[in-house]
C-alpha cells in the first residue's frame, strides 16, 4: 500500500546546529503533512503542518520543506537545543486515505552538548 | 489548556484476559481517533469517531471494539488479549471532524504490557 517513510532512522548533532529530518512519502493523493515530536513515553506532539499547495511554512525555529515533484518532505530544526532531542515522525492524510494519520518510521534526533 | 486525556496510563494483563481503555477529548473535540503503537514503531491507525459514530477504520483486530459517548470520551475494549497486543495505545482529538486539515492532538498514552 501507500507508505510515508524517513531516509535516517537516527540523527545525531551539537547543540547550536541546525537540523534537517527527511522524509519520503508515496501517495500523491496526500493532501495535508504533518511534523510530530514524540519524547520518551509521551504521545506525539504537533510541531508543524504544511498543505499540498505550499512549498515551505515557517514557525518557531522550524521549517518544513514540501517537493510535491519527487514527493520528499524536510523539517528544519534552526538552533538545535538539548530540548529537541526526540523522535520525529512525518505523517500524511488526504481525503482519498480517510482522515486519519499516516505515519512514517521515525527518526531519532539526539542532540549533544 | 486542556489536553487529551487517557486512563490508565499503565495496565498489566494476562494473556486471554480483557481490558478497557478511556480516552477524553478536549473540549469541544468531536472526533477520536485511537492509534497503536508497538516498541520503535511508528503509531498504528486502528479506528476513529466522529459525532459517536464510528467514522474510519484501519487496522484493528477483531478482538478489538470502541465506541465514542454522548460526552465525547471513547473506550477501546480489547478482549482475548495476546502478547503482541503490548504497546503503547494513543487517542487523539481533532475539532473539525472529517476535515484534511484538522489538526489531531494526542494524549499521554496507556501502556499496556501482556504477560
Known amino acids: 500500500g501507500e507508505s510515508v517513510g524517513l531516509h535516517l532512522p537516527t540523527l545525531s548533532v551539537q547543540e547550536g546546529d541546525n537540523s534537517i529530518i527527511n522524509c519520503a512519502y508515496s501517495?500523491?493523493?496526500?493532501?495535508?503533512f504533518i511534523w510530530y515530536k514524540q519524547e520518551s513515553g509521551k504521545g506525539p506532539q504537533f510541531i508543524i503542518d504544511i498543505r499540498s499547495n505550499m512549498d515551505k511554512r515557517q514557525g518557531q525555529r522550524v521549517t518544513v520543506l514540501l517537493n510535491k515533484t519527487v514527493k520528499h518532505l524536510s523539517l528544519q530544526i534552526a538552533a538545535t537545543q538539548p530540548g529537541d532531542s526526540a523522535v520525529y515522525f512525518c505523517?500524511?492524510?488526504?481525503?482519498?486515505?480517510?482522515?486519519?494519520?499516516?505515519f512514517g518510521k521515525g527518526t531519532s534526533l539526539l542532540v549533544t552538548p | 489548556a486542556a489536553g487529551v486525556i487517557q486512563s490508565p496510563r499503565h495496565l498489566i494483563k494476562e494473556k486471554r484476559e480483557t481490558a478497557t481503555l478511556k480516552c477524553y477529548p478536549i473540549p469541544r473535540h468531536d472526533t477520536v481517533y485511537w492509534y497503536q503503537q508497538g516498541p520503535g514503531q511508528d503509531p498504528q491507525f486502528l479506528i476513529s469517531f466522529y459525532e459517536k459514530m464510528q467514522s474510519d477504520k484501519g487496522s484493528i483486530p477483531d478482538r478489538f471494539s470502541a465506541q465514542q459517548f454522548s460526552d465525547y470520551h471513547s473506550e477501546l475494549n480489547m478482549s482475548s488479549l495476546e502478547l503482541g497486543d503490548s504497546a503503547l495505545y494513543f487517542c487523539a482529538s481533532s475539532h473539525l471532524g472529517l476535515a484534511v486539515t484538522d489538526t489531531q492532538y494526542f494524549g499521554p498514552g496507556t501502556r499496556l504490557t501482556v504477560l
Open positions: 501517495n500523491s493523493a496526500s493532501d495535508y
Open positions: 505523517a500524511e492524510k488526504g481525503e482519498n486515505s480517510g482522515y486519519a494519520l499516516n
